[in-house]
């Protein structure tokens, strides 16, 4: 069953609340003023233009404080729209510049200061569509101006707005004298306020219900089947216009389903009747979800643009900082800078760079949040090559002609010089010398911090490696030497030589003789490879397929095929042969291994890379069909010599098959031989039998 995540209707507040409000019947936009205080709105919106800040010539009059409140403006009882009221708190900024000695200070001095003060106050009013921009002009009698005084306030009605919005308004003056005021809101929807009478577009607004189940993300719209409407998904970005995403014309009830991981912070709804002039409503309920929040982390990415210039990428905003630090070729992590550079904010989807950075391939710039590496990329790597095994000397000033040098170590800013046991004091002399006759290079400088200089270590690596690299290629001489008086009595191993052992599968009797076959030969310098041994390969892949592949790569590696051949496999190549039907069974796989060996007999290719054997008494040779005959074949254990000079690929026999071995396979072939038509009772439980006699001495 699906989990109640979320049951609202579109409310942007976290819990809706019903909330009864003021109603105007004034279709215009108006203004009024707290008692003492002149007000006048100019007609029709004017440009939003701030302009920059300037100095006040005198006590001026400027905003302190904003605020807003929620009212309804209905030309008609049930006609009405939601409407944002502003309340801006006025206070006197500066004062006049008292005279200096000797200089008049008659009634032309006072008049001035015993004026009244006029103030243009601008609000903006910014709502997805909609941006407006009001003039106020405000009178102030003198006998009010007192310098830091807050003189009244000044109410504006009103900016119309859509339900569930989210509003942004600023206030400021023209000139403008300080920093503009701003406020955002977040309005609530028609399950909010007790309008749902009042407001024609909440009579027809979709309601919205969101649900998670599992992975997934169910997104309910509950209206009647015959409304249509509009819904879209898009990414409420803080640094330009909403970014759409997904756009649907909707009838009736739906049922949207998004996967977990689409969901980001800045991801909103919005829905509207498709009707003429409807009001559209925005949600954006995944701003405060754990989930959304990951995700982001997850989509981000920090791209490097060009040498010293990168641009995190995100559809949101994120709360990260950015800054520098060392990455040296044998430590992990990266370095933060001392002293530490001044973070920034990121700003997401904007190129950024360090223009008072010297470029070089071990700084690196880092994206955190909440005290957390996110992203790190080396912003000179590709243009200058990879890390270098330079050393950074901090220079921090400690008088007013002092100053003080250490190097950054993993353990810290090592002093120099320093009697301590790292890497930089043991050269602490050399690196001041180097950095006093100026071979570092300056990376950084800032006045208040320090400097950071990058010195070569190349030279003391080098000066100190010397003598290790002459020890060692002295050990390497007096080693090839060695090898060169020792090579008489140095015997080279044999390569082992891959053989493949194939084999029609005629019972437990025949398969343990196979088995003794292949046992037996890997006791040599081969390396045998046998479906006996591979089932859960063979199973996997399919008899035909690990066939082929093992065929394919004996052949690849010089090795041998062993065809092995029983009064059953002759039957079944017989059938093969004559295109006859074969029934399933244990004949399975010799089918198998047919298809890939016989296209090299049928076009002269088996000189080399096959050979036949079959087992005394079990088969006589003139069984075996003509076309395998192009390959050696022979009897075992009786031939065994033979079978195995043909297998050693032309190694010495003296090297490869000493006597003792021999005798040993073929001590193992006799005992399996025996051993399978013993436990049979039969000869024939093996094959059937052919008998030539007793087994002929071995030469």
Known sequence: MPMS????????????????????????????????????????DVLCLPGSIESAPGPVLVPTCLQTELV??????????????????????????????????????????????LAQVVLSFQAYPTTRCALLEIQVPAVLVQPGQSVGSAVFDCFEAGLGAEVRIWSYTQPRYQKELNVTQQLPDCRGLEVRDSIQSCWALPWLNVSADGDSVHLVLDVSEEQNFGFLLYWDQVQGPLKPWRYKNLTGPQTITLNHTDLVPCLCIQVWPLEPDSVRTSFCPFREDPRAHRNLWHIARLQV??????????????????????????????????????????????????????????????????????????????????????????????????????????????????????????????????FLTHQCVQLWKEDDLGTLWACPMDKYIHKRWVLVWLVCLLLVAVLFFSLLLKKDRVKAAPRARTTLLLHSGEGEGHERLVGALASALSQLPLRVAVDLWSRRELSAHGA??????????????????????????????????????????????????????????????????????????LLHPDAVPAPFRAAPLFSLPSQLPG??????????????????????VAQALRAALDSCNLQSGAPGSCGEAWDPGPYPALK
């Open 643 to 664: 079978f195995l000079d043909v297998l050693q690929g032309g190694c010495s026999r003296s090297t490869w098959r000493p006597t003792d071995r021999v005798e040993r």
């Open 5 to 44: 995540w979320f049951l609202l209707s579109l409310a942007l507040g976290r819990s809706p609340v019903v909330v009864s409000l003021e109603r105007l019947v004034e279709p215009h936009d108006t203004a009024r003023c707290s008692l003492g205080l002149s007000c006048h709105l100019w007609d029709g």
């Open 305 to 434: 643009l060009s040498p010293g210039r990168w641009q995190l990428n995100a559809p949101c905003s994120l709360p990260a900082k950015v800054a520098l630090c060392w990455q040296a070729p044998d430590q992990v992590p990266c370095q933060p800078l001392m002293p530490p550079m001044l973070q920034e904010n990121v700003t997401v989807n904007k190129p950024h760079e360090f223009p008072s950075v010297r470029g070089h391939p071990n700084l690196c710039v880092q994206v955190s949040s909440l005290e957390k590496v996110q992203f790190q990329e080396c912003l000179w790597a590709d243009s200058l090559g990879p890390f270098k095994d330079d050393m950074l000397l901090v220079e921090m000033r400690t008088g007013l002609n002092d100053t003080s040098v250490c190097a950054l170590e993993p353990s810290g800013c090592t002093a120099l010089p320093s009697n301590t046991s790292t890497r930089a004091a043991h050269l602490g002399e050399q690196l001041l010398q180097d």
């Open 72 to 117: 309804l403006r209905c030309p008609q009882e049930t006609d009405c729209a939601l409407c944002v009221r502003v309340v801006v708190h006025l206070a006197v900024h500066g004062g006049w510049e008292e005279p200096e000695e000797g200089e008049n200070s008659d009634l032309e001095l006072q008049e001035p200061r015993n004026a009244s003060l």
């Open 544 to 617: 035909l397929a690990w066939f082929h592949e093992q065929r394919r790569r004996t052949l690849q590696e010089d090795g041998v095929v062993v065809l092995l051949f029983s009064p059953a496999a002759v039957a079944q190549c017989q059938q093969w042969l004559q295109h006859e039907t074969v029934g399933p069974g244990p004949h399975d796989t010799l089918a198998s291994w047919l298809s890939c060996v016989l296209p090299d007999f049928l076009q002269g290719r088996a000189a080399g890379r096959y050979v036949g054997v079959y087992f005394d008494g």
